[in-house]
């Protein structure tokens, strides 16, 4: 079994939120190690997902505030102290709920680490906005960086 | 009693969607009662009109990303009834394995994950994943089977790609069918009685309301994949003749179309088939209904969730029956023999002009989809009617029925009771629109 995930989600008909799926196919090949998956929009099957990974990478598209394009990497662990409260459905069950739901199990999804990318626009449209495509080859550098990372988190 | 209540539930949670539940009492009278959806409309129908019939299936799974195997599988019905196609034996058994375990991992979803939460007063599965995490993984258990077993006959959980008209493009292989018999049979010793257990030991809130139950009926099994429509109160209409039986409806209150009988609206779903077929249900199933004190026919509309243990129990066991007999009978390739017609690589067949009718269970209830194909292999028309559709006007009689004899309790708890009602429905709004918010105006 691969060591590393790289776990992309969004929904591509959503313009920039499909960032993290569209992202994958720039990656090329990261050897044998790497296992890249495309998340899509699943919620509660992403729980699968992360079992057996000692690390995980995600890119995520993330509403921060922050300029468009703009990128942010975070752990786990830092987005499972920010507060958040919605309401409880399957359609919005997502990255936050599965973490959330690992931590309350116990269960030992490795070290999760995801890079966020502030959208510019978010509607029904199956392109990404050019300041978000500009930024492709940073992004995919960021994940590299992530994945070749052989440190330690602690 | 002169009392004046307001109630509204602005998104109804743990319910797939977004709906809203208004009710409106002036000194002591129900003056309203809605079940608004408040999901924007699909247009899966119009999106069919023109395209190659092939297609169907993959576009219509989409509908619904809980029952896809359920929507394909109409669609496919639909197609073949349309066609006159008769698939292979193999083709059943493998068809009717996934349609029981989508149903069952739909079923696991919605009394562990959605009705569970409010039998230990926790908001949501998170703190119940704390509270008590045997329970959560148990679920999740369960749930990951029952999408394996997809996974390996449908080709991908949960939109199927194998499954095309007349066959599989790609079947399991034996070790793969006879790893899933030993999981579910592990399933059936280990898993199932703590269930039971627990679902045996919650109090469903007591209401009854005696009214039109409608499901599928087969001489030959409990009924999911095939059968003729079967009404409690009118009888029996063969498939084809579902409009007999199922009047669509547009209403103010809400973007999915309320679907009801001609004369009043009828339930669908769990309790509808436990109420016609519990005497077709699997040996380890019957004894799980004892055990949950549920008998029929039974009036509770609560008691949908303690039907979906039962049913749930009940697709453990035929899964491993029908593997069984897939393994019996050794599996072949039969695309070699016979071309099943795949999607959009399809070099459609020569057709005639026809139509035809899918009338398929599916976890939340009957499903119906109809089809007409033009000469040139075209659809030229479609309808989808979906089973949370067909029970909306039903849940609103319910509520009629209900909040008259609770309006001397606290409001929290009317809502609270009506939010149960509605989430026992397990409605799936997205896929009718078209669901949950209460709003007590």
Known sequence: ?154 | MSKDININVHHVARVEGHGNIVIDVQSGELKKVELQIVESPRFFEAMLRGRRFPEAPQITSRICGICAVGHTTASLRALEDALGIEPSEQTLLLRKAVLEAEIMQSHVLHYYFLVAPDFFSVPSVIPLAASHPDVVKRALRMKKLADDIVTIIAGRHPHPISMVVDGFTHIPTEAQLRDALKQLKTMLSDDVPPTLDLFASLKFPAFERKTDYVALKHPDEYAYYDGIIHSTETGETRHRDYKNKVKEEVVLHSTAKQAKGPFRPYMVGALSRFNINSDQLMPAAKAAAQKLGLAAPNYNPYLISAAQVVESVHNIERMIYLIEELLRRGLKDETVERQTIAGWSAKLPPVKKCWGVGAVEVPRGVLFHEYRIDDDGLLSWANCVIPTGQNLANIEDDMRALVPTILDRPQEEITLLLEMLVRAYDPCISCSVHMLKVDFV
């Open chain 1, 1 to 154: 079994m691969a060591k590393t995930l790289v776990l992309g989600l969004g929904n591509t008909l959503l313009g920039d939120d499909g960032i993290g799926v569209l992202v994958l196919d720039r990656l090329g090949d990261l050897g044998p190690e790497v296992e890249v998956v495309n998340g899509a929009t699943g919620g509660l099957s992403l729980f699968e997902t992360l079992k057996g990974f000692p690390k995980v990478v995600v890119i995520d598209a993330v509403e921060m505030g922050k300029a468009p394009g703009a990128i942010a990497r975070f752990s786990a662990e830092e987005l499972l102290r920010l507060p958040v409260s919605r309401n409880f459905s399957l359609h919005e069950f997502g990255l936050f709920e599965v973490l959330k739901l690992g931590q309350s199990l116990n269960e030992d999804f490795g070290h999760v680490i995801i890079i966020g990318v502030q959208p510019k626009q978010v509607l029904h449209l199956e392109s990404l906005s050019s300041e978000i495509e500009a930024k492709m080859p940073e992004i995919v550098e960021k994940i590299k960086q992530e994945v070749n990372y052989a440190g330690s988190y602690a």
